[in-house]
């Protein structure tokens, strides 16, 4: 074996490449690879909406000891290290504490992620029939391509308040023995026209229109009888009236279960994976924490596919709100300042999704500066669009931080931008936490076909992820 030349040590010493995960997993960490990723399939088979994945984060937090915030506020405890504490928003928001052995003004390690995925929503008054079909209007959520969903197994999720005040969960489509909808395309033979046009305008917003029926109700004298039928059929089931359609949030999300992607089996293929990806790895790492020395937080929000707005988004007091509860517990009593303090000395990692390299579409990506999938947890100093606009671009020296945390801990770690300079871009909540004077960093998953009703991450780096967020809770 010939020995290294001059030129070659300084090469390895001065150059660097990023790794391929799965050529440095050893046959233990391939185990848990593949075993993670058979509990990622189940969280997104269970949580295709926000208030579903809120429901299951609480569950999951709950069977690990974790007590609510209001439970605390009425009995007037003190919270003391160690402590597992969980705040919910509305149902469609939540965030987990691990009380850490520093005090909380001192600063807090968070995570936060977004629960809410691009959908198609009904309208508030969605149901009619044209040509004896029943349809449902509906107004799609976040950044979809339009012509994704047509042709293709839908199913309807939400929840929808009666007129007497009761709440009824709907998921119609995910059980084998579930009927499906469709939104329907033209046939090549007759979409002349249809694809003459711009690829957003072959499909429009108003013409994605959900096939919903087609028996009419079994009276001559009767218009609109397939409608009727419908309302029947539901009426039967869940006790509504066409009224109950204004106060429901009902979702179209894509039918079916996250698949193994690969003859490999390297890749998950599944919806939702913005941001659940992050999601689910960041509450499965603080699920692990057990006593920290700064306060560990796993933030879930909902609203950031439409710019983190309402009361359930980042934008909301939710969490400086429970961070101020959290303090008066602490402190017995409650002080701005301290609060203040609390969140200015906190370090975040951002935890969004990005676009992975894609060699069917390398014109619109910086090879160079892309992540790849399977080279691990990814880190973003900027987002935003064009020159950087809307972003939270991340200080060097926080960078360097995170940079010697993930290497001394062996973490797989790539960095990354959303796509050439002047192609496009998008933002997370990284900016809105900034405002608070925290040290903050996009750091996710990559992903392929980004926003697809199906998207594809690699196993590797959903663990690696895992690890990663596990690190930063316990630094």
């Not at 504490?85 to 909380?104: M, S, T």
């Not at 959908?119 to 976040?142: C, M, N, V, W």
């Not at 700064?294 to 929000?301: I, K, P, S």
Request: net charge negative; proline share 3%; aromatic share 8%.
């Amino acid at each position: 074996m010939s020995e290294k030349t001059e030129g070659k040590n300084l090469q390895e010493l001065l150059t660097h490449k990023w790794r391929n995960s799965w050529e440095h997993f050893n046959e233990s960490e391939i185990k848990d690879v593949f075993e993670t990723s058979e509990e990622y399939k189940i969280f997104l088979d269970k949580c295709k909406t926000e208030r579903e994945s809120a429901d299951e984060i609480i569950k999951r937090a709950r069977e690990e000891g974790y007590i609510s915030v209001e439970e605390l506020i009425e009995a007037q405890k003190q919270i003391e290290p160690g402590m597992k504490i969980y705040a919910a928003n509305k149902n469609k928001a939540v965030a987990l504490f691990v009380i850490g052995k520093e005090k909380i003004e001192k600063g807090m390690n968070i995570v936060g992620s977004h629960i809410d995925a691009p959908r198609i929503d009904l309208k508030q008054f969605p149901l009619y029939e044209d040509s004896e079909l029943a349809l449902l209007k509906t107004h799609y959520y976040g950044g979809i391509k339009k012509y994704q969903w047509v042709a293709l197994p839908l199913a309807l999720h939400g929840v929808l308040i009666k007129k007497n005040g009761e709440k009824v969960e709907v998921v119609i489509g995910e059980d084998e023995n579930d009927p499906v909808f469709f939104i329907t395309d033209l046939l090549p033979h007759l979409a002349k026209d249809q694809m003459a046009k711009k690829m957003d305008e072959g499909i429009t917003g108003e013409g994605l229109n959900v096939l919903f029926g087609s028996i009419p109700y079994n009276d001559k004298d009767l218009s609109d009888k397939v409608k009727l039928n419908v309302l029947n059929i539901l009426h039967e089931k869940y006790g509504m009236v066409e009224e109950d359609f204004t106060s429901a949030e009902l979702e179209i999300v894509p039918a079916g279960k996250a698949k193994d992607v690969g003859i490999d089996r390297s890749m998950v293929g599944g919806y939702g994976q913005d941001d659940r990806a992050c999601a689910f790895t960041a509450l499965k790492a603080i699920l692990s924490v057990e006593s920290p020395n700064r306060t560990a937080v796993g933030l879930f929000v909902d609203k950031e596919e439409i710019g983190s707005v309402g009361n359930t988004g980042m934008e909301s007091m939710f969490f400086e709100n429970t961070v101020s509860e959290l303090i008066a517990l602490s402190n017995g009593s409650y002080s701005e300042l301290t609060v203040k303090r609390a969140l200015a000395n906190s370090k975040v990692l951002s935890a969004d999704t990005l676009a992975g390299f894609d060699p069917n579409y390398p014109e619109v990506l910086d090879k160079k500066n892309s992540p790849f999938i399977g080279k691990g947890i990814t880190l973003v100093k900027y987002t935003g669009s064009r020159g950087k606009g809307g972003c939270n671009d991340a200080n060097s020296e926080y960078l360097g931080e995170v940079r010697k945390l993930f290497n001394d801990n062996n973490i797989i770690w790539q960095m990354g931008e959303l796509g050439k300079v002047d192609q496009g871009g998008g933002g997370t909540i990284a900016f809105i936490l900034a405002r608070y004077g925290m040290e903050v960093v996009d750091c996710g998953v990559p992903l392929l076909s980004v926003h697809a009703p199906y998207e594809i991450a690699s196993k590797a780096d959903i663990y690696m992820t895992y690890k990663g967020y596990k690190v930063f809770f316990e630094a």
